[in-house]
């Protein structure tokens, strides 16, 4: 039972490039999350799946999209990656009834130079 | 004003003594707050969750929760330098999504 994992760790793109965060749950959760992560800023939720099928913005979706690719899977997209993206992008899942408790992933840390 | 307020700290405490961290709440409707702890470089793991008023307590750590002062808190007893880390408070605000929102969390340094 490995929880929610994510790919790449560590990721150097140069501005305008793309590429796609992915993310994994094995705990049959149905809500998935992306957030960001800066230094003073705590968590900010990028973009969130209620359920396979479904996603929803969250507080600052500017500059990406994501694909809620079946129940298990959940990925970030940067179409066009700018050094304002520079980040920690953090993967979190959640599930079970009466629960709200996240779970989350190992993180990918981005720059874009 | 944030949604979620933490004290960003350094909050130094000596080994064995009781630390407190501290998180207001600006949305009156919350249902759900929990704390994280954080390592640096590590993501964030769930040290406890707290859905009623008064304390709960889980080991050396209690969570406190006062909806009519908005307000939450988290108490280290018996503070090890291991304890050493960020801690976030996050909150589940009204109803529907079920993202938290989270405070930008309070630096703990227990010094040996």
């Known amino acids: 039972n490995a929880g929610v994992t994510q790919t790449p760790k560590f990721q150097v793109l140069k501005t305008g490039q793309s590429m796609t965060l992915q993310c994994a749950q094995d705990?049959?959760?149905?809500?998935m999350y992306w957030y960001r992560q800066d230094p003073g800023m705590g968590l900010r939720l990028i973009y969130y799946?209620?359920?396979?099928?479904?996603?929803d913005k969250g507080e600052v979706p500017n500059g990406y999209n994501v694909s809620r690719l079946n129940k298990r899977e959940f990925s970030l997209r940067l179409e066009s990656a700018a050094p304002s993206q520079t980040s920690v992008y953090f993967c979190?899942?959640?599930?079970?009834?009466?629960?709200?408790?996240?779970?989350f992933g190992p993180g990918t840390r981005l720059t874009v130079l | 004003q944030k949604e979620v307020e933490q004290n960003s700290g350094p909050l130094s405490v000596p080994e064995g003594a009781i630390a407190s961290l501290n998180c207001t709440y600006s949305d009156r409707v919350s249902q759900s707050f929990f704390w994280y702890r954080q390592y640096s470089g590590k993501s964030p793991e769930l040290i406890m969750s707290i859905y009623s008023n008064g304390d709960k307590e889980d080991g050396r750590f209690t969570a406190q929760l006062n909806k009519a002062s908005q307000y939450v808190s988290l108490l280290i007893r018996d503070s090890q330098p291991s304890d050493s880390a960020t801690y976030l408070c996050?909150?589940?605000?009204?109803?529907?999504?079920?993202?938290?929102?989270f405070g930008s969390g309070t630096r703990l340094q227990v010094q040996p």
């Open positions: 799946s209620a359920s396979e099928g479904t996603t």
């Open positions: 979190a899942s959640t599930g079970g009834q009466g629960t709200d408790t996240q779970y």
């Open positions: 705990m049959n959760h149905n809500s």
């Open positions: 996050a909150v589940k605000t009204g109803t529907g999504r079920r993202a938290l929102t």
